[in-house]
């Protein structure tokens, strides 16, 4: 059977290829093409300059060579600032130059968490808080309460941050009222991380990289075993997901 293949549009800072490929299921393939690298910290100026800076329908279009079932912007914060409008703009963009279904990761939180029925939320964020604060505004949006929304502050070195760290953070993060976890950013490892975490808080958790394989595979019609993959997100296949 051939592979089904899903371009991966990733910030020029983007260092966990890998760890999208481990979420992804037998059968699917990744294909990455990179935006450029944008110097400075990490914040609101950085993330606008992925979604203006005229890379992302070149980068679309590079992907039409493997013939793509889905194309995803695999960038959380770039995809959430400019809210649920913001979100639909980016996947029209790259649809039409693609070809192909077109997705990003905040998309795929949301519907992740929509799948799973989560009402409210507790988010934990690598960003600043100016940044930290769009995401809880764009789930707010979407139908998904916040309870809280946890920020590390970090303008740099996100990829360097620990499944250790990423564990305390969640943990510190959650609240009694929140119905699951949603842990930002596609530069933060979480494979490691969530179920540890889903074990110690009795309860789902969403991360950025998760939900952009998953919703990716649920939009590209991609089944899986029973029992597959990290996280009860995995459990469902969500045909609303789109």
């Known amino acids: 059977m051939a592979d089904t293949r899903i371009g991966i549009i990733y910030p020029g800072d983007g260092a966990l290829d890998r760890e999208l490929w481990d979420f992804a299921p037998e ?41 793509p079932a889905v194309v995803t912007f695999a960038c959380t914060s770039a995809s959430f600032i400019r809210g649920l409008a913001g979100e639909r703009a980016i996947r029209e963009r790259i649809e039409t130059v693609s070809g192909a279904h077109g997705a990003t990761t905040s998309g795929g939180i949301l519907a992740a968490c929509r799948a799973l029925g989560l009402g409210r939320v507790a988010v934990a964020a690598p960003y600043v808080e100016e940044v930290s604060l769009k995401l809880g505004e764009f789930l707010e949006e979407g139908g998904v309460g916040v309870t809280r929304v ?24 959650d609240s009694a009222e929140a119905e699951g976890l949603v842990i930002s950013c596609t530069n933060l490892v979480t494979y490691e991380a969530i179920p540890e975490l889903e074990r110690r ?11 952009t394989i998953w919703h990716a595979c649920v939009l590209a019609g991609v089944a899986w075993p029973t029992g597959y993959g990290i996280g009860r997100l995995w459990a469902t296949q969500y045909a609303a997901a789109a």
């Open 201 to 211: 808080l009795g309860k789902p958790v969403v991360s950025a990289n998760q939900a």
């Open 150 to 173: 946890r920020h590390m502050g970090l303008e740099g070195g996100i990829a360097d941050v620990s499944p250790e760290e990423v564990v305390r953070v969640g943990v510190e993060t």
């Open 27 to 67: 059968g699917v393939s990744l294909h990455f093409t990179r935006q450029p690298l944008h110097d400075g910290p990490v914040g609101l100026p950085a993330m606008s300059g992925l979604i203006d800076d005229g890379s992302l329908e070149p980068c679309a279009d590079s992907l039409r060579i493997i013939r």
